[in-house]
T-cell receptor, first 116, second 109 residues
């Protein structure tokens, strides 16, 4: 597609439910990133993928969070047993995983998650 | 990934030039300096990138001194629509890219 696409754009869920957030990167981008941003805060790095592999998962806040990427394209971020502190906007980004110049990161519009 | 330090917030008025400086003392030889802009309720977007000296595009200029331990993003004649958070990143490839808190620029009429 023309840009990074995320769905759903907004999600309200009850505490304790599981949620899945989807990211469709720019076609041909080998790197995919997930960030979380709480209201008024900076971007918190969660995880990144090189192809289908995630070299560094240390940013995931807890074992309730998991992410996968299949076919080198679409990625899903899953949050199990959601808690109110999970409420935030979840941003996905993608880039060509090459050396600079050219490694610009392109962000989607985010998935706004509210846990009630 | 080089650690960066930038002011938390800045205020300006319409029509003024705004300069935001970022410190990155442990920048590596292969690292580039990249600035992103984030408007409320949107994902960050690329503004400008440079390696040394000066880079200019239609949005901003980036000044990098010879030792590359700092960089300055310059926004000419800002308008209200330039109110945003500006992030400085130093890296040479993808990976675990940490954005930090950024600089919140407020432009007043």
């Amino acid at each position: 597609g023309a840009g990074v696409s995320q769905s759903p754009s907004n999600k309200v869920t009850e505490k304790g439910k599981d949620v899945e957030l989807r990211c469709d990167p720019i076609s041909g981008h080998t790197a995919l990133y997930w960030y979380r941003q709480s209201l008024g805060q900076g971007l918190e790095f969660l995880i990144y993928f090189q192809g289908n592999s995630a070299p560094d998962k240390s940013g995931l806040p807890s074992d309730r969070f998991s992410a996968e990427r299949t076919g080198g394209s679409v990625s899903t971020l899953t949050i199990q047993r959601t808690q109110q502190e999970d409420s935030a906007v979840y941003l996905c980004a993608s880039s060509l995983l090459t050396a600079i110049p050219g490694n610009t990161i392109y962000f989607g519009e985010g998935s706004w998650l509210t846990v009630v | 990934l080089a650690k960066t330090t930038q002011p938390i917030s800045m205020d300006s008025y319409e029509g003024q030039e705004v300069n935001i400086t970022c410190s990155h003392n442990n920048i590596a030889t292969n690292d580039y300096i990249t600035w992103y802009q984030q408007f409320p309720s949107q994902g960050p977007r690329f503004i400008i990138q440079g390696y040394k000296t000066k880079v200019t595009n239609e949005v901003a200029s980036l000044f990098i001194p010879a030792d590359r331990k700092s960089s300055t993003l310059s926004l000419p004649r800002v308008s209200l629509s330039d109110t945003a958070v500006y992030y400085c990143l130093v890296y040479n490839q993808g990976g675990k890219l940490i954005f930090g808190q950024g600089t919140e620029l407020s432009v007043k009429p």
